[in-house]
C-alpha cells in the first residue's frame, strides 16, 4: 500500500498525525493554519507538505480522530474546514506520545553519551 | 464516516475536498500577496508552486477512503465492458460458444453428482451392501443371469449366523391386483423379508415400519403404502392408516406411508408387503433363487470381511436345509457358490457410470475445445490491439498490468459465460427429466445442486484463466519495438506470430477426432444393434397386454387356461388384429425368469444333473411364435389340442437344438424333460433365437413348454401360468381405442381382472436399447459440437491469416502468381495443420476406444471403418472451411493493395 509511505518521506510513519493531533489538542484548525502552527512551532524545521496535511487529516477523520467542520474564520472571513481532535484522539495521542518517548529514550541509550561526546 | 457514507456519499467527500484544498490555495495566495507584495496571479502560481500537484493531493485524500483493489477492479471491469460492447459479434461468439460449453458440462456433472456421486438417501449408505453370489459351476447360468440371487432358505441362514452385519433382509418386487375399487389395477408391490427395513432404515412418514408379528405366518396383515400411490389412490389423507386394501383378493391392512422418494433399492413401489408363507422356517427347500439381499454392516467391518463370512455361511445352508428325503443338499458344492458382495450403491447405478463418466469425459474435452477457441479468438483480437498494447507498454505499463488486464478480461468473460451456462444448464436438465431416458436410475434425484453450481464457478474461472493466461503468456512478452514498428503493415506476418495459433488449431482437430470416432463407434454399435433379428418382427404392429388370473377367480388350471384361450379369441376378433398369442414372459419385458437344466432322453443319466448347464425357460400359447413373427426352423408351434390333452411337448430355441442335436431338424422327435418325475417332453419345434436379456445381449438357450403342464410340488395334478402377457399382431397396435378394446374384450371375460402393461413390443424393444442411443445420442451431440468448433477455429485462423497478407498477395499476384496457386497455399497450410491434428487424434481415440470397449457392440474397438472415415471428413471440413477464408483471395486487385500503401 502506498499509502503508508506519504508521511515518512522525512518522517518516521505516524509522527505527522502526532503533530496534527497535538497541535490540534490545544487549539482547533483548519489545515493551512496546522501547516502554520506546526512550522512554527518547530522553528522552521519542519517542512508540512501539503502532498502529506491532508492524507494524513482523512486517515484521521475515517480513523474518527479527529472531526471536521465547515465554519467561518474570524481572522480571514472566508469559509474553512476546521478540524477539532476527538476524545478517541485524545487517547491515541497519549499512546503515541508515550511510546514515541520510550522509543527516543532507547534510540538515546543506543546512540550513548560517549559517541554523542565525540560528535559534539 | 460510516461504511454507508464512504460508499454512497463518495461525492459529497469529494466536493469537501476540493473546496478544502481551494480554500488552502486562496489562503496562501493571499498570504504571499500581503507578505512578497506581489500581483495575484504571481502569486498564486508561487502558492502553487509550493502546494505541489493539486491532482496528486487529492487523488492521495480520495484514496485513504477507498477500498483500491475493489476500486481498481470495478475500474476494470468498465474498461472491459466497454471494449466487448464495442465489438458485439465477438462477444457474442464468444459468450455463446462459452455458455454452451459450461451449461452442458454444468448438467452432465449434475446427473454425474447426482446419479454416480451423491450418497444413496439412506442413512449411513456407505454400510449397505449388495449381498449378491456368484455360482460359477452352474453352467449356462451366466448367458441370461448375473450371479445368483437368494433363495429363502439361504436368508434364513444367513440372517441368524453372520457374524458382520447389523442387519439384512431380502426383497422382490412385482405386481399385484388391486380390486375392490372402480377399476380392478395391477399395482408394484415389493414384497419384504424382515429385516429389510431395518437395513435401509428410512423412518415412515405416518404410521410405523412393519414388525415382527406382521411376518408370522399367522401374523396380521399389514402393508406399508409407497407416498405415490397414497396421494393417488387416497388423496394423501392420514385417515389411510387401519384401512384395509384388497391385494390379490386378500385383506391387508395399512400400518404405515413410506416417504416421498423412498426406493428399495432402485424399485419404486406403491405397496410394500411382508411375506409371512415365503419366509416360513417350517416349510423351506433349498431353490427359489429369487430373493434380492441387501445388508448393513457392522460399523468398521470391511466388505472383503463380510464377503468372507457370507462365503462361509453355504455349507451350513446346505446342512441346514433339504429338498426332502432322498435328495442331496450338497449337490450344490458343485455350484461353487461364494459371495460376491457390493455396495448397494453399485446395484442402484448398474452399468450407467461407465456411460456418464464417458460422457462427461467427452463433454470435458469439448470444454477444452471451446477454451481453445476462443483463446484463438481473443489472439486475433489481441493482435489487433497489438499497437496499443505496445503503446501501453512505451509508455510504462508493466508486464504484469498487462497480462493482469487480458487475464481479468478473460475471467470476465468466464463469469458471464458461466451465468449463462447456468441457465443452459437448467434448460437442458429440465429437457433430460422430461425425455426421462429410462435406464438413467435416480433420475427423479437429479438437480442444479450446490456442487454442481459450484463445479460451474470453478469451471469458469478455470477457462477464463486458461484462454486468459494462453493470450497474456503471448502479449505480454512483446517488446514495444517490432509492434510500433508497424510490421504488419509492410512485412507478411513471422511464422512465430502464428505459431500460437497452429497449436490450438491442431488440438482442436485432435479432440475434434477423438469425440468424432467415440461418435462413430457408438453409431456403428447402434447400427449393428438395429439390424440384429430380435427374434420377432414388426414391433411396432404388437401391442402386448399383461393379465393375471388369481386363484380366487379360477382355481383350477384347466379353467385358467379355457379363461385365458376365451380372452385370445376375444381379441382376435376385434378389427385390425390378424394374430393373438401369450407367453409367460415376452423378450426383454425384464421379469425374472424361470431357469433350470434339462435331460435329454438316452443321453444324460439323472445323476449328471450338476454338470448339465442352465436353460431359460418360458411357458407359450398355441399361435404365439406366429403372432410374434419368429420363424419356425423345424416342426410346428403348440395347438390347443396339445394344450387341453396336456401332450407333454416342448419347444427350444434354435441354438439350443444346435448345441444338443446338431441341427434344427435332428432334435423334432426328441425327448426332453427337467425333472425325474415329469414325462417326457417331445421336442416338436424348433424356434428362431430370441433375445430375451436385450438387443446387446446373445440370445440366450430357451426351452419353451406349454402354459399348462403337470404339477409336481403341489396336491394339484396340473399347474397353469396364471399372469400372462398377451401379443396382438395389429396396424393399429399403439392406438388407445385399441387398447380399450382390449381392456373391455378381458373385462367381458371376468370384470375383475386387472389389466396391465400395454405397451407396444416397439417400446420394450427401444428401452433395451436406450443406454446405447443415450450414449450415441450424448456422444453425437459432443462431436457435432466439437466438429462445429474446429470448423470455426480452422475458418477464423486461415481467414485471419488472409486478411493479414492480402498486402503480400496482391504483390504476388502483381508479379504473376496465379490466384487458384495463391488460394492453394492457405487451403495447404489448413491441411498441413489438420493432418498434424489428425495423427495425434488417431492415437488418443485408440486409447479411448479402448476404454470404451464394453459399451461397444458387434465392432471392435479400433473399428477400421470409423477410424478411416473420421479422419476423411475431418479434411474435407477443414477444406471447406480454408476454401471459403482462401477464395477471397482471388477479389484481391492488386492496384488497390499497392496504392493503399
Redesign the interface.
Not at chain 1, 78 to 81: G, T
Given at each position: 500500500?502506498?499509502?503508508n509511505n506519504?508521511a515518512s518521506r522525512d518522517l518516521f510513519p505516524g509522527a505527522l498525525e502526532m503533530m496534527i493531533l497535538e497541535s490540534l489538542r490545544r487549539q482547533p484548525a483548519?489545515?493551512?493554519a496546522l501547516v502554520q502552527h506546526i512550522q512554527q512551532r518547530s522553528k522552521n524545521l519542519l517542512q508540512v507538505?501539503?502532498?502529506s496535511l491532508?492524507?494524513a487529516?482523512?486517515?484521521l477523520?475515517?480513523t474518527?480522530m479527529v472531526k471536521?467542520e465547515?465554519t467561518i474564520s474570524s481572522s480571514?472571513n472566508?469559509?474553512?474546514?476546521v478540524y477539532q481532535i476527538t476524545k478517541s484522539g485524545m487517547q491515541h495521542l497519549e499512546r503515541e506520545i508515550s511510546s514515541f518517548d520510550r522509543m527516543l529514550e532507547g534510540i538515546q541509550m543506543v546512540l550513548g553519551p560517549a559517541r554523542r561526546a565525540t560528535n559534539t | 464516516m460510516s461504511w454507508f457514507e464512504r460508499i454512497f456519499r463518495r461525492s459529497h467527500l469529494d466536493d469537501d475536498l476540493v473546496e478544502e484544498l481551494q480554500e488552502h490555495i486562496e489562503e496562501r495566495t493571499e498570504q504571499i500577496m500581503r507578505l512578497e507584495n506581489l500581483s495575484r496571479s504571481e502569486a498564486r502560481q508561487a502558492a502553487l508552486r509550493a502546494f505541489g500537484n493539486p491532482t496528486l493531493v487529492k487523488t492521495r485524500s480520495r484514496e485513504v477512503w477507498e477500498w483500491s483493489r475493489l476500486e481498481a477492479l470495478l475500474a476494470d471491469l468498465k474498461l472491459v465492458a466497454r471494449r466487448l460492447s464495442r465489438s458485439p459479434g465477438f462477444a457474442v461468439t464468444v459468450l455463446l460458444t462459452l455458455s454452451i460449453g459450461i451449461g452442458a458440462n454444468t448438467a452432465v456433472f449434475s446427473v454425474v453428482d447426482s446419479v454416480l456421486l451423491k450418497p444413496l438417501p439412506y442413512p449411513q449408505p456407505d454400510r449397505l451392501v449388495t449381498l449378491s453370489l456368484q455360482a460359477p459351476g452352474a453352467a449356462g447360468l451366466a448367458s441370461f443371469r448375473d450371479g445368483l440371487l437368494l433363495s429363502p432358505s439361504m436368508y434364513l441362514t444367513f440372517a441368524e449366523h453372520n457374524r458382520t452385519f447389523q442387519s439384512l433382509g431380502v426383497w422382490s418386487a412385482g405386481t399385484a391386483n388391486l380390486t375392490g375399487i372402480a377399476q380392478p389395477e395391477e399395482v408394484h408391490v415389493v414384497t419384504v423379508s424382515s429385516g429389510l427395513l431395518e437395513t435401509l432404515a428410512v423412518p415412515p412418514v405416518a404410521g410405523r415400519w412393519l414388525n415382527a408379528d406382521d411376518q408370522k405366518p399367522q401374523g396380521s396383515k399389514s402393508v406399508l403404502i409407497g407416498y405415490g400411490f397414497w396421494q393417488r389412490q387416497f388423496g394423501g389423507q392420514r385417515s389411510v392408516i387401519g384401512q384395509t386394501i384388497r391385494l390379490d383378493t386378500q385383506y391387508w391392512q395399512i400400518v404405515g406411508i413410506m416417504p416421498r422418494g423412498f426406493k428399495v433399492v432402485d424399485s419404486d413401489f406403491d405397496v410394500l408387503r411382508p411375506a409371512p408363507q415365503a419366509f416360513d422356517p417350517r416349510h423351506q427347500i433349498m431353490e427359489g433363487f429369487a430373493w434380492n439381499g441387501v445388508g448393513r454392516l457392522k460399523s468398521g467391518v470391511t466388505i472383503s470381511q463380510a464377503d468372507a463370512d457370507i462365503s462361509s455361511l453355504i455349507p451350513v445352508w446346505m446342512d441346514s436345509w433339504s429338498d426332502g428325503p432322498g435328495s442331496n443338499s450338497h449337490f450344490f458344492d458343485i455350484w461353487r457358490i461364494t459371495a460376491a458382495l457390493s455396495p448397494l450403491k453399485q446395484q442402484v447405478i448398474g452399468s450407467i457410470g461407465k456411460v456418464l463418466w464417458l460422457v462427461m469425459g467427452t463433454i470435458g474435452i469439448v470444454m477444452l475445445i471451446v477454451c481453445t477457441n476462443v483463446a484463438n479468438l481473443l489472439l486475433v483480437r489481441a493482435d489487433s490491439r497489438q499497437q496499443e498494447l505496445a503503446i501501453r507498454a512505451a509508455l510504462g505499463a508493466g508486464r504484469g498490468r498487462i497480462a493482469r488486464e487480458l487475464i481479468f478480461e478473460s475471467l470476465v468473460l468466464g463469469a458471464i459465460g458461466g451465468s449463462a451456462g447456468i441457465a443452459v444448464a437448467y434448460g437442458a436438465l429440465q429437457l433430460l427429466s422430461a425425455i426421462g431416458p429410462s435406464n438413467l436410475p435416480r433420475l427423479s434425484e437429479i438437480s442444479l445442486s450446490l456442487e454442481s453450481l459450484c463445479f460451474t464457478a470453478g469451471l469458469a474461472i478455470f477457462s477464463g484463466l486458461f484462454f486468459g493466461s494462453i493470450v497474456s503468456l503471448k502479449f505480454s512478452r512483446i517488446g514495444p519495438g517490432p509492434a510500433l514498428r508497424g510490421s504488419s503493415r509492410t512485412v507478411s506476418a513471422g511464422r512465430d506470430r502464428h505459431r500460437s495459433q497452429n497449436v490450438l488449431v491442431v488440438a482442436q482437430v485432435a479432440m475434434a477426432m477423438v469425440l468424432l470416432v467415440c461418435a462413430g463407434l457408438m453409431m456403428r454399435s447402434f447400427s449393428v444393434l438395429l439390424n440384429t433379428k430380435p427374434g420377432f418382427y414388426a414391433p411396432q404392429h404388437l401391442q402386448t397386454m399383461r393379465v393375471a388370473i388369481l386363484k380366487s377367480l379360477a382355481s383350477d388350471p384347466v379353467t385358467v387356461t379355457r379363461m385365458q384361450n376365451q380372452i385370445a379369441d376375444k381379441l382376435a376378433q376385434l378389427p385390425g388384429v390378424s394374430s393373438v398369442g401369450y407367453a409367460a414372459d415376452v423378450p426383454m419385458d425384464g421379469l425374472e425368469p424361470n431357469w433350470n437344466s434339462i435331460f435329454v432322453q438316452g443321453r444324460d443319466s439323472w445323476g449328471a444333473k450338476s454338470t448339465l448347464p442352465m436353460r431359460l425357460f418360458n411357458y407359450t400359447s398355441p399361435n404365439y411364435f406366429h403372432t410374434m413373427g419368429s420363424r419356425m426352423i423345424a416342426g410346428r408351434e403348440f395347438t390347443w389340442d396339445d394344450v387341453y390333452n396336456q401332450r407333454p411337448v416342448s419347444i427350444i430355441s434354435e441354438n439350443l437344438a444346435r448345441e444338443l442335436f446338431g441341427t434344427a431338424q435332428a432334435a423334432v422327435g426328441k425327448q426332453i424333460t427337467y425333472f425325474q418325475l415329469m414325462p417326457w417332453h417331445q421336442v416338436i419345434g424348433v424356434v428362431e433365437d430370441a433375445r430375451h436379456n436385450g438387443m446387446d445381449a446373445a440370445a440366450p438357450a430357451i426351452v419353451y413348454w406349454p402354459t399348462m403342464s403337470p404339477n409336481l410340488y403341489g396336491p394339484e395334478p396340473l399347474d397353469a401360468v396364471r399372469g400372462v402377457t398377451f401379443v396382438v399382431r395389429s396396424q393399429r397396435a399403439g392406438s388407445e381405442s385399441l387398447i380399450q378394446e382390449m381392456q373391455q374384450a378381458v373385462w367381458q371375460i371376468n370384470s375383475e381382472l386387472p389389466v396391465s402393461g400395454l405397451r407396444t413390443m416397439q417400446e420394450i424393444d427401444s428401452k433395451s436399447l436406450a443406454r446405447t442411443s443415450f450414449t450415441l445420442t450424448m456422444l453425437g451431440a459432443a462431436a457435432a459440437l466439437a466438429l462445429a468448433l474446429g470448423i470455426v477455429g480452422i475458418y477464423g485462423v486461415i481467414s485471419y491469416s488472409v486478411a493479414q497478407r492480402t498486402r503480400e498477395m496482391g504483390i504476388r499476384i502483381a508479379l504473376g502468381a496465379r490466384k487458384r496457386e495463391l488460394q492453394w497455399l492457405f487451403v495447404r497450410s489448413a491441411l498441413a495443420l489438420t493432418v498434424a491434428g489428425l495423427i495425434i487424434g488417431v492415437l488418443a481415440a485408440a486409447a479411448v476406444a479402448e476404454l470404451m470397449r464394453t459399451l461397444l457392440f458387434g465392432i471392435r474397438p479400433l473399428d477400421p471403418l470409423s477410424f478411416a472415415v473420421v479422419p476423411l471428413v475431418l479434411v474435407a471440413a477443414a477444406m471447406l472451411a480454408s476454401y471459403l477464408p482462401a477464395s477471397r483471395v482471388s477479389a484481391i486487385n492488386p492496384a488497390d493493395v499497392l496504392k493503399a500503401e
Open positions: 500500500m502506498e499509502n506519504d483548519h489545515g493551512y507538505e501539503e502532498g491532508y492524507p487529516l482523512q486517515r477523520l475515517k474518527k471536521a465547515w480571514t472566508r469559509r474553512v474546514r | -
